[in-house]
Nanobody, 125 residues
Framework: QLQASGGGLVQTGGSLRLSCAAS????????MGWFRQAPGKEREFVGS????????YYGDSGKGRFTISRDNAKITVFLQINSLKPEDTAVYYC????????????????????WGQGTLVTVSS
């Protein structure tokens, strides 16, 4: 089970840090990451982190102003968003998957087994 938090209302140019904690002492993710869905739009990939080596991968929407990090001990992934813009307004979902034994395209939502409830980020102009 994933629990996301940290969303809210922020002005243009502000910053937010989203968190997503996984429950279950034995849970060992392969990738944990973030997607977002703006009103009237499809869900899009923001970024994901390889739990094995800590390497982060970003979608087009996540490059530049977004940083993904993790806390191994707490099985928590973070999304730092800087210089927020109104077009960043969306529900942000965290997601995780477990090892597949094959190559995993990290930007594909269907490759993730677990989803958080979503946290709303609203950026005012």
């Amino acid at each position: 089970q994933l629990q996301a938090s940290g969303g809210g209302l922020v002005q243009t140019g502000g910053s937010l840090r989203l968190s997503c904690a996984a429950s279950g002492r034995t849970f060992r993710p392969n990738f944990m990451g973030w997607f977002r869905q703006a009103p009237g739009k499809e869900r899009e990939f923001v970024g994901s982190i390889d739990w094995n080596d800590g390497k982060a991968y970003y979608g087009d929407s996540g490059k530049g102003r977004f940083t993904i990090s993790r806390d191994n001990a707490k099985i928590t992934v973070f999304l730092q968003i800087n210089s927020l813009k109104p077009e960043d307004t969306a529900v942000y979902y965290c997601a995780a998957n477990t090892p597949r034994g094959r190559y995993v395209p990290v930007s594909v939502a269907d490759e993730y087994d677990y989803w958080g409830q979503g946290t709303l980020v609203t950026v005012s102009s």
